[in-house]
C-alpha cells in the first residue's frame, strides 16, 4: 500500500529498470533482498549505490510498508557491502537523498556509499 501523501512508485524509474536487468549496471553485490551496483558518476573514489529490491520510493515508504525481513535484509546489505569494499578503515559515508529538497533524482530508495578518501564535514551548499 503506498503511504498517504506520496506519490505512487514509477515502475519505469531507471533503478527498477536495472533490477529488470532491462538496463546495464556494475554490480558489485546481490542477493534476495538488495543490489549494490557503481554510480554511473562517480562523485568519490568509491562510489556505490544500494536499492532495495522491492518497489519503494523513500524512507517514509520503506519503513512504514516494507517486512522486518526487507529492511533488515536491506540494512545487512549496507553494511556488507561497506565491508567487503574495505571501507570500514579509515571509514566511509553513507547518504540518502529524500525528495525534493532532499535532492532525490531517482524515485526508488537508494543509499549513496561513499569512500575512498576523505569526504570532509557533512554536507556541501553546491
Ligand atoms: P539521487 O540524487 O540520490 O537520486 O541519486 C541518483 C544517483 O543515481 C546519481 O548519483 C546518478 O549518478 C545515479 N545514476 C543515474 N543513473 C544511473 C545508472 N544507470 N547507473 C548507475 N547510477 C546511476
Known sequence: MPVSGLPP?????????????????????????????????PQAPVHVLVIPKGKYCSFADFSASASDAEIGGFIRAVGKVARDLGLEDPGYRLLANMGQHGGQEVPHLHVHLFGGRGLGRMISDR
Open 9 to 41: 512508485y514509477d515502475d519505469n524509474n531507471i533503478f527498477a529498470r536495472i533490477l529488470r536487468g532491462e538496463i546495464p549496471s556494475k554490480r558489485v553485490y546481490e542477493d534476495e533482498w538488495a543490489l549494490a551496483f557503481h554510480d554511473i558518476a
